[in-house]
């Protein structure tokens, strides 16, 4: 099955709202066609903002991160209805930051994918195993439990989007092979299909960690790998770019 790919950047803590501007109105020029769907993921406090820049673009809007609760006392949070109000289509949820630096948990982030989809909008849902995980050959392992965690309760794939991102691969420049990914993602696609039989083909399973113009279409072109949530190289238009073209040749192989 050919599936749409999906490049999403995340900026993290990156751009203030003076310095998204430009940068959206860059952004805003790129075009996936039928390879690719585009989506930037800036800081809460910038959605606004570059949504309007985006407007009408090839380009969607994405958060970083969303409380589970609608409304309420959550002093500093921000809900998904609030995200969808500015015009965001995906949410990132799980992300190994947030996990590792803010202690979520599979079950927190299982609520907060749940929330998304609840609101009408895709998760994309982060899992990935670290570098000792990786060296005592638990990754398979470790990835089959954070995906039948955070997707426990989901019935169906509809909007479904999984990101498969070793974390010792995140920031450091090391970059899985494209054997090593496809490994992965094949086996997350097996685990899928346990859950949500022949749906398991639609969901994109996007690959993350030091993705860069010259890696990008040789992971790409891995036959379970549907697309890249890129770091550090989305924060360079140039390099977003050229990510964007690779994604591109990679769809146009797997015709
Ligand atoms: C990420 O933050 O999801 C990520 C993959 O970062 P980087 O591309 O910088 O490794």
Not at 82 to 95: E, F, N, P, S, T
Not at 152 to 163: F, K, M, Q, S, T
Not at 211 to 233: F, P, T, W, Y
Request: proline fraction near 3%.
């Amino acid at each position: 099955m050919v599936r749409r790919y999906l490049v999403a950047a995340n900026w993290k803590m990156n751009m203030t709202v003076s310095q998204a501007l430009p940068f959206a109105a860059q952004l805003a020029t790129l075009t996936g066609g039928e390879a690719a769907e585009i989506a930037v993921a800036p800081p809460f406090v910038a959605l606004s903002a570059v949504g309007q820049a985006l407007h009408s673009s090839g380009v969607v809007l994405a958060a970083q991160n969303c409380h589970a609760a609608s409304a309420g006392a959550y002093t500093g949070e921000v809900s998904v209805p609030m995200l969808a109000d500015v015009g965001c289509r995906y949410i990132i949820v799980g992300h190994s930051e947030r996990r590792q630096l803010l202690g979520e948990t599979d079950s927190l982030v299982n609520e907060k994918a749940k929330a998304v989809l609840a609101a009408g909008l895709s998760p994309i849902l982060c899992i990935g195993e670290t570098l000792e995980e990786r060296e005592q050959g638990k990754t398979l392992e470790i990835i089959s439990w954070q995906l039948q965690a955070g997707l426990a309760g989901i019935p169906n794939e509809v909007r479904v989007v999984i990101a498969y991102e070793p974390i010792w691969a995140i920031g450091t420049g090391k970059t899985a092979t494209a054997a090593q990914a496809q490994e992965v993602h094949a086996h997350i696609r097996g685990q899928l299909r346990k859950q949500w039989k022949e749906g398991a083909e639609r969901v994109r399973i996007l690959y993350g960690g030091s993705v860069k113009a010259d890696n990008a279409e040789e992971l790409m072109s891995q036959a379970d790998i549907d697309g890249a949530l890129v770091g550090g190289a989305s924060l360079q238009f140039e390099a977003f770019a050229a990510i964007i073209e690779a994604a591109k040749k990679a769809a146009g192989r797997k015709k």
